[in-house]
Structures are given as C-alpha cells and as structure tokens.
C-alpha cells in the first residue's frame, strides 16, 4: 500500500514501542549538530517510550499514526498547549501539536499534511481557536512546511529544557474556519 494512501489511526498503549523509535530516529537525524551531545544521548529510545507510555494513557491528549510499507511511517500527538507565555499570548483557547514527525522515507508524500491535517481538525472538535506548535529555530525544513500548511510565525521563546534550552519559533493557526 502507498504511503500516501495508508490510513491514519487512533495511537493506542501498544503503540508506544514504535511511535518511541520513530520519535527517537527523526529527532536524531534531524538535530545532529544543533542539539547539545548530553542531550542527544540522553533523549534515548527509553526516554522517549517512557514519555510515549504517559501520553498515550493521558485523557487530555490525542495521538494518530500512520503504517506504511516499512513500518511507522508518521506521527502526530495533540495536548494542551505549553506554559510559556508565546502560548498563553494567542487567541484562546489554544491547543498544542506536541510532535510531528514523518519517517524519513515517508517524506514529500503529503503525509505531514495529512497528520498536520488531523491534529488541527482534532484541535478545533475540542473547542480551541488557535493551534499551535513550537519548533527549534534552527529546523528551517520544518518552518518551511510550516509555512506552506498556512502556519503563522507568531512568537519567539526559548525552550527551558532539561537538557537543551533551545532557541523556538511559535506557529500557529487559526482554526475559526474549522468548526
């Protein structure tokens, strides 16, 4: 089956295995290089599991998936959105997209679309006006697509961490249209 055909999903608890890998592949090969070495060893495949396993059993959380041909071909995972104060700046309610990630040789396929696509229109069912993610200011792949999906840069803020404070660029939408 074509990647760009394959179903999204509902992400379930047994899920976690595989949505921890592929977070943990696409953040490596993407922040090679602009991530402390700390931070890259540490944020390791039983980090990630870790952190998948607790949102995956939180209420207020959503996450969708999709398989393709070779496995997890992407992810996107909704939740309230951050503390800091770009978020709390916004129109409200807002929603945040927590991850988005596509398996490399899933890419340029429209399955980043298709993902950014759920989590918007899940964002909006529950009632916020603005969705919004935060990315490293250096993934300028990232902003591009952002960009190009109708995401406005609204915001600078630095991300406290644990183990990386790094420099972020706030990307919201409007999500008025949607209801």
Request: proline share 6%; aromatic share 8%.
């Amino acid at each position: 089956m074509n990647r760009l055909t394959c179903p999204l999903r509902k992400a379930v608890p047994a899920d976690a295995p595989a949505l921890a890998a592929l977070h943990y592949t696409v953040w490596q090969t993407t922040y090679e290089g602009l991530a402390p070495a700390e931070a890259a060893a540490r944020l390791d495949v039983a980090h990630r599991l870790r952190a998948w396993e607790a949102a995956l059993a939180d209420p207020a959380r959503g996450a969708w998936l999709v398989e393709g041909d070779q496995g997890l071909a992407g992810l996107v995972a909704i939740g309230p959105a951050g503390e800091d104060a770009a978020y709390a700046a916004q129109p409200g309610p807002v929603g945040e997209i927590k991850h988005l990630y596509v398996a490399p040789g899933a890419r340029r396929q429209g399955l980043g679309q298709r993902l950014l696509e759920t989590a918007l229109d899940a964002l909006a069912a529950q009632g916020c006006a603005t969705g919004a993610l935060g990315v490293v200011r250096q993934n300028y792949a990232a902003r591009l697509f952002y960009a190009d999906t109708g995401g406005r840069e609204v915001a600078d803020f630095t991300d406290p961490g644990p183990l990386w404070r790094s420099l972020m660029v706030l990307v919201a939408w409007d999500l008025s249209g949607r209801r």
